[in-house]
C-alpha cells in the first residue's frame, strides 16, 4: 500500500469543507519562501474559498518550517529527499478537495490562481499552467530548457501518449484531490511532473491548461534542478512507460529489414549499381532479426509485468493476442523453426560432404548454414519467451 493511500482516509476526514489546498514542496527555501505563503494566504483570503496552505518540508535545515508555519501554513515533513517523494507526500496529507501545486521559489504568482480555481470547478481533473502560453520572463528560465528540453520532452509526451499538454513540466498545475490520489503516483524526482501528466492522460481524466507567467525565482543559490541529469529521467520515464516507442517499433523495424534482406541474399548475391551485397550482408540481416525479435518480445515482457505491478497500463490488444495464441501453440511454432534450422544444418554438412569435408568454394553452405542457425535461435526465443510469458501469468493468479 502506496503513501496516498495510508494517509488519505484520515486526513481528508479532518476537513471535510475545504475546498482548495494549495501545496509547495520545500527544501531549503527560506528566502522566497515567506512570500509565496503570504501571496497563497492573500488569495485565499481575497476570493473568500475555504482552503489551506500546506508546505511540503523535504529535510529543510535553513528554518523554513518556522517560517511557514509563523505564516499559518502547515507543515508536513517528508523524510524522503526528491521533488516527487514531496508532492506525492503533500497530496496525501492534502485536506481540500482541489489541490494547486506550486514550487515555492517564488517563480510562479500564487495570488492568480483564478483561471485555475474556474476550471477545476468546470469539472476538468487536471489543470496545467502553460508557460509558453502566458510568458516567459527575462531570465526565468535557461535558453537550454527554452528551448531545447522543455518542448523536446513535450513534443514526445503528446506523440507517445496523445496528450493535449503543452508544456509538460510547467510547476504549476491544479487536480482533483481524489483523482489525483487513484492515480497512485510514484515517482520520487523531477520526473513526476511527467508521471502526473502521463497517468492523468492514460487514464482518461479530463484535462485542460490555462496560460501562466514564469519569473526568475527569488534565490541567491543554484536551483535544485540539474538539467542533463533531471531531463534523461523524464525521457527515460517517458520510455519506460512507453516501452512500445523503445522495443516495439525498433524491433519490429529491425525484424522485418532483417528479414526481407535475408529473404533477397538468399538464392544469391543483390548488385545495386557498382555496390554488390552477399554472405556478409546476409549474416547482418540475420543478427537484425534476431535482435529484433528480442526487442519485440522484451516489449511484451515490460508490458505484461509493468500491467500486474500497476507501473504501466495494460496492453489490451496484446492480452487479447496471449489470450488466444497461449503457451502450446507458441512452442509448436517454436518447435518448427528448430525442426526447420536443424533440416538447414543438415543440407548445409550434405553441401561440405560433397566436397569431401574440405575447402568450400563460393558461399551457398555458407547461405545455408546462415539460415539454419537464424530458424534454430529465433524458435529457442520463442519458446523461452513462451515459457517466460505463462511464468508471468502464474505469478499474476494469486493476485486476482
Known sequence: ????????????????????????????????????????????????????????????????????????????????????????????????????????????????????????????????????????KPGAMPPLHRYLGNPVLSTIGRLFFGSPVGDFHCGLRGFDRDAMRRLELRAPGMEFASEMVVKATVQGLRIAEVPTTLSPDGRSRPPHLRSWRDGWRHLRFLLVFCPRWLFLYPGAGLFLAGLIAMALLLPGPVRLGGLTFDVHTLL??????????????????????????????????????????????????????VVLGLGLGVAAVAIWGAERFGPLPGTGAMRVAIASVTAMVLGLQLAFGAFFVALLGMMRAPRR
Request: aromatic share 8%; charged share 20%; net charge negative.
Open 1 to 136: 500500500m502506496d503513501k496516498a493511500e495510508t494517509l488519505a482516509p484520515q486526513d481528508a476526514a479532518e476537513s471535510p469543507g475545504l475546498e482548495l489546498t494549495i501545496l509547495m514542496p520545500c527544501l531549503n527555501e527560506a528566502e522566497t519562501l515567506g512570500t509565496c505563503v503570504r501571496k497563497a494566504m492573500d488569495y485565499l483570503a481575497r476570493s473568500g474559498i475555504p482552503g489551506e496552505v500546506l508546505v511540503a518540508d523535504n529535510g529543510s535545515t535553513d528554518g523554513s518550517q518556522a517560517i511557514a508555519e509563523s505564516l499559518g501554513a502547515r507543515v508536513v515533513a517528508v523524510p524522503e529527499r526528491g521533488y516527487g517523494a514531496a508532492l506525492i507526500a503533500g497530496i496525501a496529507a492534502a485536506r481540500g478537495r482541489f489541490v494547486i501545486m506550486g514550487d515555492s521559489d517564488d517563480s510562479y504568482d500564487f495570488t492568480a490562481l483564478d483561471p485555475f480555481v474556474a476550471k477545476l470547478r468546470e469539472g476538468y481533473e487536471l489543470v496545467m499552467g502553460n508557460r509558453f502560453k502566458g510568458g516567459i
Open 284 to 337: 547482418y540481416a540475420s543478427g537484425a532479426m534476431i535482435m529484433g525479435f528480442q526487442a519485440v518480445q522484451f516489449w511484451a515482457f515490460a508490458r505484461i509485468y509493468g500491467a500486474q505491478e500497476g507501473v504501466v497500463p495494460e496492453e489490451r490488444r496484446l492480452t487479447a493476442l496471449l489470450a488466444r495464441f497461449g503457451l502450446e501453440p507458441a512452442l509448436v511454432v517454436a518447435g518448427l523453426l
